[in-house]
């Protein structure tokens, strides 16, 4: 079965900055799907950044962008120039291609981030 | 606009009651799922829905049931059978069931008094 780790439950940083966020997961399959999705204080999920492990290249959303190690099995999100909204909780999560029930999200512990102005 | 409407936002219920969360989607996505997020936790999965009239017991379903007649909508009904129903329900929504990105509402408050 899929796993997926977020190992730091909290980080803090000053507006402007940027930050790191970790993740890590463990699979079998060789193709999957991997998320970052917001929560903010509103508790509803957003979309962060999307992507396919078949593409090398990393993902970027503006601001926000990952850095996908296959081989390490390891998918970071760093957020640059963080602004105040930025401050929210992390969802790291993964997705087999497969449907059923192994297409369902499977969801890391989350990380929570705060902005210092 | 397209997205996935949940109400209620807040829903109190009393012990032995049972309370329907609705969940509707205009986003034509065949896949819909219910989770439950409790307080400084991640999300569980309690049911889910391939396509209409299916639907399939997630990680935490005790207590819980569902219905899917029409593709749009998904509601969830809480149970008296389920002991612990304190928690934020976030219902969502995608094209399949496999590898599209996963979309969700707003979320609704369920809280028993």
């Known amino acids: 079965a899929q796993t997926v780790t977020q190992s730091q439950p909290e980080m803090s940083v000053q507006e402007a900055e940027t930050v790191t966020l970790s993740c890590t997961y463990d699979t079998s399959e060789s193709d999957y799907y991997l998320f970052w999705y917001k929560q903010p204080p509103s508790r509803q999920m957003i979309l962060v950044i999307r992507q396919e492990a078949y593409k090398q290249q990393n993902a970027t959303e503006n601001r926000f962008s990952v850095n996908f190690q296959k081989a390490a099995k390891s998918f970071s999100l760093k957020i640059s120039d963080s602004q105040l909204g930025d401050a929210a909780m992390y969802f790291c999560a993964y997705r087999s291609p497969y449907g059923g029930s192994q297409g369902n999200l499977i969801f890391g512990k989350g990380t929570k981030l705060s902005v210092k102005p | 606009d397209g997205g996935i409407t949940q109400s209620p936002k807040y829903l109190f219920r009393k012990e032995g009651q049972n309370v329907t969360l609705s969940c509707e989607q205009n986003l034509n996505h065949d896949a819909m799922y219910w989770y439950r997020q409790d307080p400084g936790q991640g999300l569980r999965l309690i049911y889910y829905s391939q396509i209409v009239n299916d639907f399939q017991k997630g990680d935490i379903a005790e207590g819980y049931s569902v219905s899917r007649e029409k593709k749009e909508s998904f509601p969830l009904t809480v149970t008296s059978a389920q002991k612990n129903p304190t928690a934020f329900y976030l219902c969502?929504?995608?094209?399949?069931?496999?590898?599209?990105?996963?979309?969700f509402g707003e979320g609704s408050w369920l809280t028993v008094v």
């Open positions: 969502a929504s995608s094209m399949t069931s496999a590898g599209n990105t996963i979309y």
